[in-house]
C-alpha cells in the first residue's frame, strides 16, 4: 500500500521502507528545478526535465543522476556539451571520470581527447601510464614524439627507446664512410 500526497509544492509518494521524490518547482508543468528521484523501487527510471534536472534520468542545462544529459552533466552516464563528470563521461570540452571522452581535455583511468591524461591516454598530447599520441608522456609512450621508459616513435628519449631516430643513428655507425 502506497500514499501520495502533495506537500510543499513537492508530490511524494510513501510506500514500505521506500521513498520517491517527485519535486518540480515552480510547477509540474513548467519547471525550473526537477528533482525526480525513487523509480529503481518500482522498476520505472524518473525523468527529470528542468533548468536543474535531478533524477534517476536528468535533461537539463546542469543536471544530475543515473544518467545525465546537458550543458552540465553529473552521473553514472554522463552526456554533455561543456563539462561531464561520471563513470562514463562524454563532452565536447571538459570531461573527467572513469571513462573519459571530450573533443578537449578528458581526464580518467581511460581518457580520450585532444589533451589526454590518465591511465590510458589516447590524444594528440597524450600523459598517462600508456600514452598514445602525436605528444606521448608515460611509462609507455607512442608517438610521434615520446618521452617515456618505453618510448615508441620517430623522437623523443627513453630508457628503452624504439625510435626512428636512434635506428637511424645504429644504421649511421655502419655505413661506410
Known sequence: MHKRSWHNGMWETSRWNQREIDYQWPSPSLPL????IGGAHTGRK????????????AIGLISAGG????????GAVAISWLLSLGAVAVTH???GGAVAV????????????????????????????????QTA??????????????????HGIGLIPI?????????????AS
Open 46 to 57: 524518473k525523468v527529470a526535465i528542468g533548468l536543474i534536472a535531478v533524477g534517476d534520468i
Open 137 to 154: 608522456v608515460g611509462v609507455i609512450g607512442i608517438g610521434e614524439s615520446a618521452y617515456a621508459i618505453v618510448a615508441i616513435g620517430q
Open 93 to 95: 570540452y571538459l570531461a
Open 33 to 36: 528545478i526537477s528533482i525526480r
Open 67 to 74: 544518467v545525465a544529459f546537458g550543458l552540465i552533466s553529473i
Open 163 to 175: 625510435l626512428g631516430d636512434f635506428f637511424n643513428w645504429i644504421k649511421g655507425l655502419f655505413r
Open 102 to 133: 571530450s573533443g578537449w581535455l578528458s581526464v580518467g583511468a581511460v581518457a580520450i581527447g585532444h589533451w589526454a591524461a590518465g591511465a590510458v591516454a589516447i590524444g594528440e598530447a597524450a600523459l598517462g601510464a600508456v600514452a598514445i599520441g
